[in-house]
C-alpha cells in the first residue's frame, strides 16, 4: 500500500522512461508529486539527450513554467559500462562520464535556484554499489559513480543552510533493462548477484523506486549528505 505523502510537490525525474527512473516516476505519482519525466526515448514529458548541454535549463525551465516551482530533482539517466582498461576506447569513457556525471551536475546546476526557494528541496542522486566497491571491467562507471556520491555528499554541505537535501541511492544488481543483456547471456552471472544477496534475489526497480520517495517524503527531513546502499545487502557478505 502506498501512503500518498507528496501531493504539492513537483519535481524532475530523467531516464524516465525505463527501469528505475519509470518505476521511480509512478511511485512518486501514486503519492501525489507531480512529475516531469525526460528520456532519450519512450512515453516521456520531455524526449531529450541529457548530454545536451541545453536540455538542463529546458527541463528546469519547462518545469518552473509549469509549477512556478520546483521541489526535488532526481537524476536517473544513466548507462553502464563493462571495458577491461587495456581495450578501453578514451571516446567511450568520456561518453560514460558525459550521460552519467557531467549532465547530473548540469542538471542539479541548473535547479539548485528553484531548490532553494522550494519549502522542501530534494536531490536523489542515482549512484550504485560501483559507488563505493570496484570491480574488473568497471573502471568508467565506478569512476563516474563514485563521482555521482562525491558530488551529492559536496551539495548536501553546500546547500544544507537553504533547507536543500542531497542524497545519492546506491543499487546493487536491481532487474532492468540495462542489466537483462548480461543477465540473459550470462545466466550464471544472474545467479552469482542473485546468491550475493543476503536477502537471495536481484533487486526490482520498485525496491529503489520505494526508497527514492522516502528520501523525497517529509520523513528523510533531516538525512542528508548520505550514500545509502540499497542492494538486498549483497555488499554484507564475502
Ligand atoms: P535503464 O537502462 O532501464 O534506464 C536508463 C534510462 O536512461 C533509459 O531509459 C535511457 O534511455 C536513459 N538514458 C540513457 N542515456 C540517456 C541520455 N543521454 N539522455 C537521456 N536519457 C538517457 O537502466 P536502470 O537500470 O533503470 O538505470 C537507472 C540508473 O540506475 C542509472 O543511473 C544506473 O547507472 C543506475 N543503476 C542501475 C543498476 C542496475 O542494476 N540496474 C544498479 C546500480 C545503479
Same mark, same amino acid.
Given at each position: ?7 504539492? %510537490? ?8 525505463s ?49 512556478? /516551482? ?8 544513466? !548507462?553502464?559500462?563493462?571495458?577491461? !582498461? ?13 550521460v ?11 535547479? !539548485? /535556484? ?6 522542501a528541496? %530534494?536531490?536523489?542522486?542515482i ?5 563505493a ?5 568497471l ?17 548536501? /554541505? ?15 544488481a ?26 537471495g ?6 525496491? !529503489? ?14 538525512i542528508? /549528505? ?13
Open positions: 500500500m502506498t501512503t500518498p505523502c507528496l501531493y504539492g %510537490r513537483r519535481g524532475i525525474v530523467t531516464g524516465a522512461a527501469g528505475i527512473g519509470a518505476a521511480a516516476t509512478r511511485r512518486l505519482r501514486a503519492d501525489g508529486a507531480e512529475v516531469l519525466t525526460a528520456d532519450l526515448t519512450g512515453d516521456v514529458d520531455l524526449l531529450l539527450d541529457v548530454t545536451d548541454p541545453d536540455s538542463a535549463r529546458q527541463l528546469v525551465e519547462q518545469a518552473v513554467a509549469r509549477w512556478g /516551482g520546483l521541489d526535488f530533482v532526481v537524476p536517473c539517466a544513466g !548507462i553502464s559500462a563493462f571495458c577491461p !582498461i587495456e581495450g578501453h576506447d578514451e571516446a567511450y569513457f568520456e561518453r560514460v562520464l558525459a552519467n556525471v557531467t549532465a547530473v551536475f548540469r542538471l542539479l546546476r541548473e535547479a !539548485i /535556484g528553484p531548490l532553494k526557494r522550494s519549502t528541496g %530534494r536531490i536523489v542522486t549512484g550504485s554499489i560501483a559507488s566497491f570496484g570491480d574488473a571491467g573502471v568508467a562507471y565506478a569512476t563516474s559513480k563514485h563521482a555521482v556520491l562525491g558530488m551529492t555528499r559536496a551539495l548536501a /554541505g553546500e546547500l544544507g543552510a537553504a533547507g536543500v537535501t542531497a542524497n545519492c541511492v546506491m543499487p546493487g536491481i532487474d532492468t533493462p540495462m542489466t537483462a543483456p548480461a543477465f540473459t547471456t550470462m545466466p550464471e552471472y544472474r545467479v552469482h548477484w542473485e546468491n550475493k544477496a543476503a536477502l534475489r536481484l533487486g526490482q526497480p520498485e525496491d !529503489i523506486a520505494d526508497v527514492i520517495a522516502f528520501l523525497i517524503s517529509d520523513d528523510a527531513r533531516f542528508t /549528505g548520505q550514500g545509502l546502499l540499497v542492494d538486498g545487502g549483497a555488499m554484507t557478505r564475502m
